[in-house]
């Protein structure tokens, strides 16, 4: 089979290399994906855009991105779209208008129930198959033939899971992958650990980063141990502070007690709270709303990302309620997705 890929996110190709393992070796990738997984069309740097303005200078280079795509799909069987809406719903349907009776397969969906609803009606329209890692999410779809729930990609990615509280004397520490993330939350956490002395503090980072980019964005962290792995160091320490994101479900996943917090842009702030119409920042705590129970842990946005409120949070977390929700939220989440979209790819 000749699987037309279109996988243009770091964290999309995490998921597609889980997924791989499951597919059949006649299975073959063409596409867009990182270049460890085949022979791509494109190198995912050449991808990377950082603001609006690259955005515009690209995109001469997206519509061309796109042609290249729709008319290598003609010699493919099916096709799978993962995440990127704003470019993959645009690729859907040109695809559509031009194989009606093509295979669209779609793994990791745009979150239509946080915001943009109107893509729903937009993905039942061009695509064949529809692949939710999120419990919820078919609620909003009209038609369920569509729209499966295959599981979470985080747990076929975390092989460890804490089996009982611990007090290890690790604190880590994930302020974020995005330069204005890290600046605006590393002088709170520089400060932080000076209160809660006696203990290793972990500072997680992505390992992309190179030398020379994180003695420039992240100063002097000669008071911290450096770890590239997260989620053998978060299973490793007591206590985390994390920055909102994906990092936030692992680290729920996984059982360790942590208090989110982030601050934005005020503009981008502004922008996201007139859009975005949801109780909760972190994934864990979406979940654990649409069952009916509180949330599992603190979130600190914006001005109440303070030094006493991120130490006050640590002191008073029930940490034992904390490892027992985490359970219960890996139930709720069932299993991994990987071998369910192996399975509805090659069915």
């Known amino acids: 089979m000749k699987l037309l890929v279109c996988a243009m996110e770091a964290s999309s190709n995490v998921h597609l290399k889980e997924l791989k393992k499951y597919l059949n070796d006649d299975v073959k990738l063409y596409g867009v994906f990182d270049k460890e997984l085949g022979n791509p069309l494109y190198d995912l740097t050449a991808l990377a855009i950082m603001g609006i303005v690259d955005a515009l200078k690209k995109l ?42 093509k295979e669209i397969i779609y793994y990791i969906l745009p979150q239509a129930w946080a915001w943009k609803k109107g893509r729903v009606a937009k993905l039942e ?44 004397n690790k604190i880590a520490f994930m302020p974020g992958s995005r330069k204005t993330e890290i600046t605006n939350l590393m002088p709170i956490f520089k400060e932080l650990i000076k209160k809660i002395p006696n203990k290793e503090y972990i500072l997680i980072i992505p390992a992309k980063f190179d030398d020379e980019y994180i ?15 997260t989620h053998k160091t978060l299973k490793e320490c007591e206590y985390a502070f994390i920055c909102s994101g994906t990092a936030t479900l692992e ?16 503009f981008d702030y502004f922008i996201g709270r007139m859009f975005v119409k949801l109780n909760y920042v972190g994934l864990a705590n979406i979940f654990f709303e649409k069952m009916g129970k509180t949330a599992l842990h603190s979130e600190f946005i914006q001005e109440t990302v303070t030094l006493d409120n991120l130490l006050n949070d ?5 940490k034992k309620l904390f490892f027992e929700n985490s359970r219960l939220l890996r139930d709720y989440l069932k299993n991994g997705s990987s071998q369910n979209v192996a399975k509805i790819i090659q069915n």
Do not use: Q, W
């Open 314 to 318: 640590y002191l008073n977390m029930d």
């Open 60 to 101: 001469r280079f997206f519509f061309k991105l796109r042609d290249e795509l729709v008319k290598l799909a003609s010699s493919c069987d099916k096709v799978l779209l993962m995440d990127s809406s704003g470019f993959n719903l645009p690729l859907a349907k040109k695809l559509k208008e031009t194989y009606p009776n």
């Open 215 to 229: 003695k420039k964005i992240y100063g002097d962290i000669s008071d911290f141990t450096i770890s590239k792995n």
């Open 251 to 266: 680290a729920a996943l996984i059982g360790i007690p942590f208090t989110l917090s982030y601050i934005a842009k005020k």
């Open 125 to 168: 329209k061009y695509c064949s198959k529809l692949c939710s890692i999120i419990p919820f999410e078919g609620e909003m779809y009209s038609d369920k033939n569509k729209i499966t729930y295959v599981g979470h990609p985080l747990l076929d990615e975390i092989h460890d899971f804490k089996e009982e509280i611990s007090n290890t």
